[in-house]
């Protein structure tokens, strides 16, 4: 693997490989890393407009619009205001009264639709709108509104008001998620107090395995592994193998991750992924999670080398090589210059990140390097970054980074004639051609983080044929 993982190229890919099974004639377009960053980015966007929008009420909806008792008291309305907005407040205000006189006691059931916000689901049960506001202010101290979800259930008690106009909210549910509701009851005192009420979870270890019809993606989410956990799978292995070229139809796939359960068994989330195999045309990858004694958490062979590249030959994610390295005639200075490094074309702002682990040696404004980044990786590499336009926040010398980690953003400053980022490794001091150079393998474990690994991969492998099928996302929660 050339290149490094980024979350937007794994992204691509993975929509790569949605549309690859469907739409062939987008294959070409999906290439560009712009053009289908694009494409991505308006199917996060659309998706995110087709979900419940839970602050704006929906035009046209019969609702009274929430507003404090002591608003409601003073909105009388605006003297100037024209005769249509009269009309409308009159009709508001008769709606409301109908709304009133309707709403019947007890104990009323709905589930949220799309585009439904929380005051319309009470104002649907029928809650006097005041008191719906007050509901609303308290639930709002524990959860937030946009976390509202079509599907998500709602229960609300309404009992006769004592002097027999109307109804009093007495209480409602929303079913936040499978291991949390949350409830907002009324006290005596007529104010209301919301309540978390959150489900204690187990943790469940399970197994999916399968064969690879097609794609890897849709054949690992037909047999069971959620999309999350298949991220990962690619994730880890994008540094071994080139997911649009390696992968055959009957390469076969295996993955042990954990499951959050409710006391119900039913699934709240996924947990970690802990292993993670792949058979390709007879070889045989397996890989497995740990955490070393210093608290960092890899993915190691079973010999116990991590699954990381020592540096990353491109630390920036669909940048385009535009210049390389060795002598050149110089934009600027206009004669021939040894150019020690390479330049990745990119807008100002793209982040850059770290090639790998290691610690920042210089942070700082360096002369033509313009603001200028660099890590020492191990006793022998380092890695530069210059013309940055700005430095990663909570980073100084002397700072740990970890590989991927942004230490910085594209940018034009010292002397370069626009925004790219100028990259070198350094060898022993001197920079050397980062295309060319034989990367070094990441990290081993070693003494007792061997010995503890080794420990681990053991007792994975004999409880792994015993392990359960995971289990499924409920349909109806
Ligand atoms: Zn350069």
Do not use: C, W
Not at 226 to 237: A, G, H, N, S, Y
Not at 276 to 291: D, H, Y
Not at 420 to 444: C, D, F, M, T, W
């Amino acid at each position: 693997m050339d290149e490094p993982f980024g979350v937007g190229r794994l992204l691509r890919h993975f929509l790569f490989i949605l549309l690859k099974r469907s739409h062939r004639p987008m294959i070409k377009t999906m290439k560009h890393p712009i053009t289908s960053g694009f494409i991505l980015t308006s199917i996060l966007f659309l998706s995110l407009s087709a979900s419940a929008d839970p602050i704006t009420l929906r035009r046209g909806a019969s609702v009274a619009p929430l507003k404090t008792s002591a608003q409601a008291e003073n909105s009388a309305p605006d003297i100037s205001s024209s005769l249509a907005e009269k009309a409308s407040v009159a009709t508001e205000a008769g709606e409301r009264k109908k709304q009133l006189n309707q709403a019947q006691p007890g104990h009323k059931q709905d589930v949220i639709g799309k585009g439904d916000t929380l005051a319309i689901v009470l104002a649907r049960a029928g809650a006097p709108a005041n008191h719906a506001a007050d509901a609303f202010a308290a639930v709002t101290k524990i959860f937030n509104p946009k976390d509202l979800r079509p599907g998500q259930q709602v229960s609300v008690q309404l009992t006769p008001a004592e002097d027999g106009e109307g109804v009093i909210l007495q209480s409602f549910a929303l079913k936040a998620s499978v291991e949390r509701d949350v409830a907002v009851m009324r006290q005596p005192n007529g104010t209301y107090k919301v309540e978390d009420k959150l489900k204690p979870l187990t943790t469940e270890v399970s197994r999916a395995s399968g064969t690879i019809d097609s794609s890897l993606f849709v054949s690992g989410t037909s047999a069971g592994i959620p999309v999350d956990v298949m991220m990962e799978l690619i994730k880890i292995f994008s540094y071994d193998v080139d997911f649009q070229r390696d992968i055959q139809p009957g390469d076969g796939f295996e993955v042990v991750f954990e499951q959050k359960l409710t006391p119900d068994r039913k699934l709240a989330r996924n947990g970690r992924l802990l292993y993670a195999a792949m058979n390709l045309s007879g070889t045989n990858l397996k890989l497995f999670r740990f955490e070393g004694d210093d608290g960092f958490v890899d993915f190691y062979t079973p010999k116990g080398e991590s699954v990381r590249k020592a540096l990353l030959k491109t630390p920036i994610d669909g940048a385009k090589l535009t210049s390389g390295f060795g002598m050149r005639q110089h934009p600027i200075l206009g004669f021939s210059l040894m150019h020690k490094g390479v330049d990745f074309g990119a807008p100002t702002g793209t982040p850059i990140q770290a090639a790998g682990d290691g610690t920042i040696k210089v942070y700082g404004g360096n002369g033509a390097y313009g603001n200028y980044a660099q890590v020492q990786h191990n006793g022998q590499y380092a890695t530069a970054y210059a013309h940055m336009s700005r430095f990663a926040p909570g980073l100084r010398v002397g700072s740990r980074v970890r590989q991927g980690q942004i230490i910085g953003y594209v940018g034009t400053t010292g002397r370069s004639t626009g925004p790219h980022l100028h990259y070198e490794v350094l060898a022993g001091g001197s920079q050397i051609n980062p295309l060319s150079v034989k990367l070094p393998s990441g990290r081993k474990l070693e003494g007792k983080d061997l010995r503890d690994f080794m420990v681990a991969v053991k007792s994975l492998e004999q409880k792994r044929d015993g392990l359960p099928q995971p289990i499924q996302v409920a349909s109806a929660r």
